[in-house]
């Protein structure tokens, strides 16, 4: 069996070894810039399926949106778990492979095997009640979001009522691991150093690994007092619903909600802001904006700009025909939703300009391992990115679009930093410069009157913050802080 694949010539689907087809590098410098023309040239290579390069460590690429549809909705073809990778069982994968440690880290995502099912069965009832609108853990969670936004939005103003702010340092980041600390249950601001810790991991600089050790261990002593003292946060409705779980197996569960959540929904709300301030060239984000319909400007940039641009891997359960070749049992298959996005098969049938987004979209995965904190990360980001533009009433991008930072990795891609010039709106018969307290502001002229009238009136329930002190004294707080720049 063969096929012709663009200038390659005949691509063999005959089994050829992973190893033997001397895959590409595909961290390279054109991915860190361009990842969609390295996309496209692994298409035009190979087809819907390509061979790469992970930092030394060969692996298939999955690039077709039908093929990656797939692979994602096979639990039992195309399994997850560590033990299903031929190479690392017969020790082939370098022992200081840069990944390896995200990876070993077994997790509700990364896990395989028996273990999974139950303890699926336990995020989703753990996760329920903070996603469930009708729950009151989930009206507290969003004033919780609500509260936090205004935090750092008076926080950023104290430079004045008009200047320059990096939104992703300044906001996008800090939110949802501040609202993840809420749900893990960190008494005050005690969890701001394992936030810190946290962004030292997600950044995988040169302190990565011994932030990586304090944040588990730090995990680990929060999943003791829970424990003991149960409350009404994630950890405790996680045991309630798994108690057989090890001290160690939470602290790894609670990392996976503190990093891959947080990293998420910051990128999201990054790239949905500038989306909606640069206009993207045909109006429809904003229009989608103006209309109070948040979650649809975000699917529509999901559909662009995925967070998560790679899964982690998969496994084939056994030799498998996959694109122009078979994939040999025990080999790494990455699926690559942003690649998905761009497939001509699939891109070709979404109306660009719709504001009416589609739902087919690979952001949060598919099938029965589809993302079980989709529902949270949507409403944690669809409310900070409504804050900002009822407490902003301006807001314009300091660089171009196409010349604002990025940073890649195997996983993620989003902004480095997100420079913006600000006007806050003015609280009534007091100056913007003035402003200091985090108290709801009218709404800016980027939102209509309409959309206010709509809007549900607040809940009643308040979240306890930390007093203004302690807040003061938390190395996050010292960071930020730290980060004013005065007006322009």
Known sequence: MESQVGGSGS???DGTGLEELTPQPLLTRDYETRPSLVYERLRQQHGPVAPVDLLGVPAWLVLGYREALRVLQDDDGWPKGLENWRARTAGEVPADWPLGPSLEVNHVLIQGGPGYKPLRTAWDAALKPFQDP????????????TAYADELITLVGQGGGTGVADLSAQFSRPLPLMVASHLLGFPGSQGDDAL????????????????????LATLAELAAVKLKEPGDDFPSHLLAAHPDLSLDELARELFM??????????????NTVVEVISGDGDGGVRASLSAGMIRE????????????VNFVPRFAAEDTPLGNYTIRAGDPVWVSSAAAHADPLFADHVAPSSTISTRAH???????????ARELASTVAAVGVGRLFERFSHLDLALPADQLPWRSSPF??????LPVRYELAPMPGRPAAAER??????ASAQLTAADTAARPAPEPTVPVLPDQATRQRSSLWRYLTGLIRAGR
């Open 11 to 13: 691509v063999g689907a």
């Open 134 to 145: 009708a729950h009151p853990q989930a009206k507290r969670l969003k004033a919780a979001v």
């Open 196 to 215: 810190m810790d946290m962004w030292r991991v997600l950044d995988a600089g040169p302190d990565a690994e011994p932030a990586l050790e304090r944040l």
């Open 257 to 270: 909600l503190l990093g891959m959540t947080s990293d998420h929904v910051g990128i999201l709300m990054s």
């Open 297 to 308: 400007t975000m699917n529509r940039v999901v559909m662009r700009k995925p967070p998560l």
């Open 362 to 372: 690979l952001s949060w995965g598919a099938g029965a391992r589809q993302c079980p």
């Open 412 to 417: 993620m891609r989003g902004l480095r930093s």
């Open 437 to 442: 307290s985090p108290a709801p502001r009218p």
